[in-house]
């Protein structure tokens, strides 16, 4: 059974940190390129950040560039979100996704939603005093 399951979201003050998992499971997550996207109600879906099969493409939205941090961890199946310096405009349902495609075009397109094959449910991140 393919999975994909986000933890480590919650209530954060601004300025705190979370750092959100993504753990694979029915599937070899080294053998996908992996996305982070958000979404806050009343907004469209956007993505925040994507990492290549073997961590050599890394990229992020501008609105978090020098906060947040993706990493993977090949032999535990999981990728992670380091995010740091939050704001309120975080606040945020995140969703991990799985994207079977070679790594070689990634950088350009991490973005498209369309590419990813796998989807998780989703972590609610608050960003809130």
């Known amino acids: 059974q393919v999975q994909l399951v986000e933890s480590g979201g919650g209530l954060v003050q601004p300025g705190g940190s979370l750092r959100l998992s993504c753990a694979a499971s029915g599937f070899t997550l080294g053998y996908y390129n992996i996305g982070w996207f958000r979404q806050a109600p009343g907004k469209e879906r956007e993505g925040v950040s994507g990492i290549s099969r073997s961590a050599g493409s890394t990229r992020y939205a501008d609105s978090v560039k020098g906060r947040f941090t993706i990493s993977r961890d090949n032999a535990k199946n999981t990728v992670y979100l380091q995010m740091n310096s939050l704001k309120p405009e975080d606040t945020a349902v995140y969703s991990c996704?799985?994207?079977?495609?070679?790594?070689?075009?990634?950088?350009?397109?991490?973005?498209?939603?369309?590419?990813?094959?796998?989807w998780g449910q989703g972590t609610q991140v608050t960003v809130s005093s």
């Open positions: 996704a799985a994207d079977p495609r070679p790594s070689g075009n990634y950088g350009g397109t991490w973005y498209r939603f369309r590419d990813y094959r796998y």
